[in-house]
């Protein structure tokens, strides 16, 4: 269970860090559809398919066939993300005004050392070979 949640995680993490949300997920019928409809109309593989829609020729597409407009903003991936992580780190040039604290020290006298690891010690595995 541990590994199908650490399966989970990473690629919930992966899908983050490249810029694939959910709704993404949720638009993969609408590209499946679109791909279909282009390959029927047009005759159009799967490469060209996606030439037009996410590659060089998109915006020659896009000019040609307007009336395809509102299926297209319906695409996947079809969004521009910019994001910026900015970690300021502030070093004061003062000093920290702080009060002295007192430690004290009380001895237990009723605290007894145990030795718990002894028995490691009494049984020797390697002796020294005995002259009789």
Known sequence: MKTIVAIALSFLVFFQSVGIG?????MM???V???KYHSEEFGDDLFTFFEKHYGELKAEHQKNHQEEKSQHEKLPFQHNNCNHLVAEVVIPTY???????????????HFFYQN?????????????????
């Open 22 to 26: 959910l709704s993404d997920m949720f």
């Open 29 to 31: 019928k609408d590209l």
């Open 33 to 35: 559809e679109h791909a």
């Open 95 to 109: 000093e920290l005004p702080h009060g002295k604290t007192l430690v004290s020290y009380t001895a237990n006298p």
């Open 116 to 132: 718990l690891y002894s028995y490691l010690e009494r049984v020797s595995i390697f002796q020294p070979p005995k002259i009789a």
